[in-house]
């Protein structure tokens, strides 16, 4: 029964309990053992959909023109303990919501935070949230042209992605402004991460935090090598790809798909003379059609093209051309390198913030957010300000806001 109760993250009823017991006796005569009958009847826990999904039920009472209802305690541990956790609710979690206490505001609260100090939330956020969000699965799929990168391995892009898990990690344990994950100057490295960013001292495979010297060539995640490698091709970098993640994802900017029929294809002429990545972005951008989303696009791009395909620093690209990591975005502010980046972000210091709040959020809704959404991510962030925008502050506002505790009709019935 303990367990069937922690499996479907409720109490059990006798309705629950009968069908377990069925599948009890059945192995039991079947396998001939008490223990044959445990394990089936587990078995059937395991395939059961209370235990596979997150069943939401609409409260009884509702109004016709009703729109939107308040979760119930027990729905609201499981929403809560699969977004910091990616688990199932504890025994404190689901007997405060047999209670009926978990909604109570301080004593939820109280509850994020709790979890929030477990080792499971910083395991979850990054092994999950962040792998999504960064885009750190795609590691894997990194395809690197050895004749042009010899000194690349396996081992390389995997230090990359390990970096970018501990350091997120570090601003999650420590609680750390979110901004912060833009604008340090340290990292983690092992030696063979560190020997790649020319970083000295650095012996063995064990990851350690150091502090970068070289802070306008590297520190935060735009200079970190997963970032850098999964928006690069595999013989050339990409300033498109590169500017449309950090629209994406840090600037919170959406960008359409090019239109139908386009040509994309940035590739020079077999047999004329090579051309750098900027001028073959200018003819692509004498198409009208292209101009308008590569005039956002690129300059952000261009800012990050001091670093190859597989992040290290460079002065010249792949066609011998000097390195021009100078840009002029869509607004008139002209962006140069890393730095420039960097102080790009800064001047408005709700932006990122408010980006990462709406990533947050999707993930903790388990959907994509709409325009009604919205005005959620903004009180949040508002509310963030006071404490610097660190992580907890981000957290326990997303989780106290309307939009986590209620539910939409329309979507429980769809």
């Not at 795609?138 to 990359?160: I, K």
């Amino acid at each position: 029964m303990t367990v069937a109760r922690r499996a479907y993250r409720r109490p059990v009823t006798t309705q629950d309990l009968r069908p377990l017991l069925e599948f009890f006796d059945a192995g039991r005569r079947d396998g001939g053992s008490f223990e044959a009958g445990i394990q089936f009847a587990l078995e059937r826990i395991l395939v059961d959909p209370e235990f596979l999904l997150r069943i939401y039920r609409e409260p009884a009472g509702l109004t016709v023109g009703q729109v939107a209802y308040r979760l119930s305690d027990l729905e609201l541990a499981s929403r809560l303990s699969f977004f910091l956790w990616s688990s199932i609710p504890d025994e404190r979690l689901l007997a405060l919501a047999e209670r009926g206490e978990l909604s109570e505001p301080t004593t939820l609260e109280g509850e994020v935070r709790r979890m929030l100090d477990d080792p499971r939330a910083i395991d979850a956020l990054v092994g999950d949230f962040t792998a999504q969000w960064l885009n750190l699965r795609r590691v894997d799929e990194v395809v690197v042209d050895p004749n042009r990168y010899p000194n690349y391995d396996e081992s390389l892009l995997q230090g990359f992605k390990r970096e970018t898990e501990l350091f997120v990690a570090s601003t999650l344990r420590e609680d750390r402004s979110v901004r912060e994950l833009l604008n340090v100057n340290y990292t983690f490295v092992n030696e063979r991460v560190a020997r790649h960013y020319g970083i000295a001292g650095i012996y063995g495979s064990r990851f350690r935090r150091v502090t970068i010297e070289n802070f306008d060539q590297r520190g935060g995640l735009l200079a970190e090598g997963a970032l850098l490698a999964t928006t690069s091709y595999p013989d050339r970098t990409s300033p498109v790809l590169r500017g449309k993640w950090l629209l994406d994802n840090i600037f919170g900017i959406r960008v359409p798909p090019p239109p139908p029929g386009v040509d994309t294809n940035l590739e020079p002429e077999p047999g004329s003379a090579p051309t750098s990545i900027r001028e073959r972005l200018a003819r692509h951008r004498h198409d009208p059609s292209c101009a308008s989303c590569h005039a956002v696009i690129d300059p952000l791009g261009f800012a990050l093209e001091n670093f190859d395909v597989i992040g290290g620093w460079r002065t010249e690209d792949e066609t011998g051309h000097p390195i021009d990591a100078t840009g002029t975005t869509a607004s008139g502010a002209t962006v140069e390198g890393l730095a420039g980046l960097r102080a790009l972000l800064l001047e408005q210091p709700e932006q990122f913030p408010r980006t990462l709040t709406g990533k947050l959020l999707a993930y903790a809704l388990g959907r994509r957010l709409e325009y009604y959404d919205q005005p959620t991510v903004r009180t949040v962030v508002r509310a963030a300000a006071v404490e610097d925008y660190r992580w907890s502050s981000l957290i326990v506002g997303i989780v106290k806001s309307p939009t986590f505790l209620m539910r939409s009709r329309a979507v429980a019935e769809n």
